[in-house]
């Protein structure tokens, strides 16, 4: 008794109808990959201003997606490590116009 070829495996994938979910925002990892970059440089302003824009902008995208995309921790890290950078940059300047921190450049102090 011959019961011919069998029938191909089911596909499998999303359901139809449904999305695959959205992963993690790019803009999170942005402000989390700034903020560690401003922070370990705290002269330095550009990263510590970039990581709280792309953290301000991956929180209210992640919000806006409805549970969609992840990353809120990964958002909200790189704000804090900006505004932390940001501060101690603040700081770190603040003291050296005063004078209390010697500006140098090659080993001789600017005047």
């Known amino acids: 008794?011959?019961?011919?070829?069998?029938?191909?495996?089911?596909?499998?994938?999303?359901?139809?109808?449904?999305?695959?979910a959205g992963g993690t925002s790019g803009m999170a990892?942005?402000?989390?990959?700034?903020g560690i970059f401003g922070f370990i440089c705290c002269t330095g302003f550009v990263f510590s201003i970039?990581?709280?824009?792309?953290?301000?902008?991956?929180r209210k995208d992640?919000?806006?997606?409805?549970g969609a995309k992840g990353g809120a921790g990964m958002a909200?890290?790189?704000l804090v490590l900006g505004i932390?950078?940001?501060?101690?940059?603040?700081i770190y300047w603040l003291l050296v116009v005063v004078g209390v921190?010697?500006?140098t450049f090659n080993g001789e102090r600017i005047n």
Do not use: R
Request: a neutral charge; glycine letters at 12%.
């Open 84 to 90: 932390v950078a940001m501060v101690i940059g603040i």
């Open 62 to 66: 992640i919000a806006a997606s409805g």
């Open 50 to 58: 970039l990581a709280i824009v792309f953290a301000i902008i991956a």
């Open 101 to 103: 921190i010697p500006m």
């Open 1 to 20: 008794m011959s019961y011919g070829t069998p029938p191909p495996p089911p596909q499998y994938g999303a359901a139809p109808g449904y999305a695959q």
């Open 76 to 78: 909200t890290a790189g």
């Open 29 to 34: 990892i942005a402000s989390l990959i700034l």
